[in-house]
């Protein structure tokens, strides 16, 4: 299930593969500024550049023996280049390669992820005019209010995704951030040359100023926009599950030919997708806290942030694309059901017009506090006794001292509620 609806790019990005490849590629571009800077000879750089590889299984072999996967790397890496393999990590410590390395994978996997957005949003914006001028009734506290439109609710979530766009966008930018100053940041074996450099021809700008590490606020960050992410669809997922009760039955997500929902009972037809969109969001949020927890370091670094980044990052970022895209595929082919709406509607006795005969009793100069009593009295009859709320109105001698019969058919039309759907489109979708 994680391959069907996860990119296979996403998760060739957190293979071993990939990780050491992008600290390759960090150190080949630290040989290339020294050479720029004539500090490693021109042919030691064309050795290097034509030789440099690594071998995983081989790493971990070293790896073994001197319990520091940086060195394995490195020795790795010095066994295919030879001699000149001297050049390679020059100045250098090994966060320098880590850090500057991780937020090039942080950096692809937000582009995977800014795509799945951008993909879920368009598919959103076809349902939410499909179902613009479909009327169905809104719910607060899960109660009947007042009637709003079917395709107002995925225009509330393209809003969503479009913040969530941004904010992914903004976190990409701060996690793009290199860090090439040495043991302690302050540049003691490498020249500053050097870093302004490589992040530049890895397009990262500079970590402004440094410890051994790059600061974990940038992190945090980022995770906390894959959180966010995270939530929002969360929030989709549970109002697809409510709205596929039995009891509501306004939409459902896909059932595909032969899929059965239950050993025991043949009939169900379960939202078990919005599900585990549900559950994963709570992963997603857990990943959050535990990076918000790696910001406080001993002093200029300690470890204790790397065993926690080896989980949560590569994690998140495989879980959300995942989540977006299983999103994507049950909003697709999502059933919906135009009849059940208009049946639910009926199933309050149009008490939901309660606010509209509040408001037009007050037009007439009765206080606010009277209205509220006249309304709530034949609401609540209404409720108890199962009888159309209007019916009830049209019967109360207070009531008619101030609404006609023709005054209280028009306070009861659908139209009153709908009339500023195109607006809000607009604000949303624009012109």
């Known amino acids: 299930m994680i391959e069907r609806y996860t990119r296979p790019e996403m998760g060739k990005l957190w293979t071993l593969e990939a990780k050491y490849g992008k600290w390759l590629e960090v150190e080949i571009a630290v040989c290339e500024s020294w050479a720029e800077m004539k500090k490693i000879p021109r042919r030691s750089l064309a050795t290097i550049r034509e030789k440099a590889d690594f071998d995983v299984k081989r790493i971990e072999e070293i790896e073994k023996t001197v ?59 076809g349902k939410a005019y499909e179902y613009k001028d479909t009327p169905c009734i809104g719910r607060s506290h899960g109660i009947h209010a007042e009637p709003m439109t079917f395709g107002l609710k995925f225009a509330l979530w393209h809003e969503d995704m479009k913040r969530n766009l941004k904010r992914l966008k903004n976190s990409r930018k701060t996690i ?30 500079p970590e402004p100023v440094a410890t051994q590490v790059v600061q974990r606020d940038r992190h945090a960050e980022f995770m906390s926009a894959l959180a966010i992410i995270a939530a929002s669809i969360e929030k989709i997922a549970i109002e697809i599950r409510h709205l596929q009760r039995t009891e509501v039955l306004e939409a459902e997500e896909p059932f595909s030919k032969g899929q059965k929902g239950s050993s025991a009972m043949p009939h169900k037809r379960n939202p078990v997708g919005s599900e585990n969109l549900s559950g994963l969001a709570r992963v997603v949020r857990s990943n959050a806290l535990a990076s918000f927890e790696n910001i406080a370091l001993w002093h200029e670094r300690d470890i204790s942030h790397s065993s926690v980044e080896r989980i949560v990052i590569p994690d998140s970022c495989i879980l959300v694309d995942y989540m977006l895209n299983r999103l994507t595929d049950i909003i697709t082919g999502m059933h919906v059901y135009p ?40 609401a609540m009859k209404s409720w108890e006794r199962g009888i159309e709320f209007r019916k009830l109105l049209a019967g109360d001698k207070e009531i008619r001292k101030y609404l006609t019969a023709k005054e209280l058919n028009d306070i009861f039309e659908l139209k009153h509620y709908l009339k500023n759907i195109d607006y809000i489109f607009k604000r949303v979708f624009g012109k």
């Open 67 to 125: 319990k520091h996967d940086v060195i394995a790397f490195l020795t790795s890496v010095a066994e295919h280049v030879g001699p000149d393999s001297r050049y390679v990590h020059k100045g250098l410590t090994s966060s320098d390669v880590v850090d500057t390395a991780q937020a090039l994978l942080m950096r692809d996997a937000a582009d995977i992820i800014l795509r799945d957005i951008t993909d879920l949003m368009h598919v959103l914006k």
């Open 176 to 205: 793009s951030t290199g860090k090439l100053s040495g043991a302690v940041g302050t540049f003691s074996n490498i020249p500053v040359e050097i870093e302004t450099k490589v992040c530049k021809k890895l397009r990262l700008l």
């Open 339 to 378: 009849r059940r709406m208009k049946e639910n509607m009926k199933r309050s006795y149009g008490l939901y017009n309660s606010q509209r005969v509040l408001l037009a009793l007050t037009e007439k100069g009765i206080t606010r506090e009277k209205a509220y009593k006249l309304v709530q009295r034949n």
